[in-house]
């Protein structure tokens, strides 16, 4: 079936360094994607998003990079610090309702 | 301002049992969302609301399973018969509209013993 989800369960990155968390796809309809943040006991917040007619999108210490060929998305985070440490999940809106369909999610963890 | 509010924050049951679950969207928000989050996994789509009205119930898992919103603002999920297969965080989100950022409550935690 269709879905969305992440290659890596777990991710451990030093504080100060890059962080790159990935994710694919397999509707190649799809064409909206969010990627959201969850700790501990919270809800997901979100981070950023990107629709299909873009390749690339930038926010403050996070970038997204979209590549529908092989349908595929990261998230990158620069200079990684202990706030960031979460489980991050990508997910697509899915039809014309915004209903979101999640991955499983990848847990980064920050060494200081 | 004030985010998306849930209540209880935690519910223990036992089997068999009815619960209700609370959701206060953000205000004027017109469009409210029901997840539920098993451990280890991402958050699985229930119901969507827009207004008062329920648009799509698709992720619904069976008919134990009812939510209303009657004044299109505060929406309650209902489950009958508790099982504990239905232990999970029932995630709520609300948005000014379908297609826009969805705002997350903290989750109502269900323990069903």
């Known amino acids: 079936g269709e879905s969305v989800g992440l290659h890596l369960p777990t991710l451990s990155v030093q504080e100060g360094d890059n962080s790159i968390i990935n994710c694919a796809y397999s509707n190649s309809a799809s064409d909206y994607f969010i990627w959201y943040k969850q700790e501990s006991g919270k809800g997901p917040q979100f981070i950023i998003d990107?629709?299909?007619?873009?390749d690339k999108r930038q926010g403050q210490r996070v970038t997204v990079l979209l590549n529908k060929t092989v349908k595929h998305l990261s998230l990158q985070i620069a200079a990684t610090q202990p706030g960031d440490s979460a489980v991050y999940f990508c997910a697509e809106i899915r039809g014309n309702t915004g209903k979101l369909i999640f991955g499983q999610g990848t847990t980064l963890q920050v060494k200081p | 301002g004030a985010g998306v509010s849930q209540t209880p924050s935690n519910k223990v049951t036992e089997k068999g049992k009815y619960v209700e679950l609370r959701c206060d969207p953000i205000s004027g928000h017109t469009a409210l969302y029901w997840y539920r989050q098993s451990l280890g996994q991402g958050p699985e789509f229930l119901i969507y609301?827009?207004?008062?009205?329920?648009?799509?119930d698709s992720g619904l898992p069976n008919d134990r399973f009812f939510a209303v919103r009657p004044e299109g603002s505060v929406s309650t999920l209902k489950i009958q018969r508790t099982e504990r297969g239905d232990s999970a965080v029932y995630l709520c989100a609300s948005s000014p509209a379908r297609n826009n950022e969805q705002f997350f409550g903290p989750g109502t935690r269900l323990t069903v013993l």
């Open positions: 609301f827009q207004g008062t009205g329920a648009a799509d």
């Open positions: 990107i629709r299909s007619n873009m």
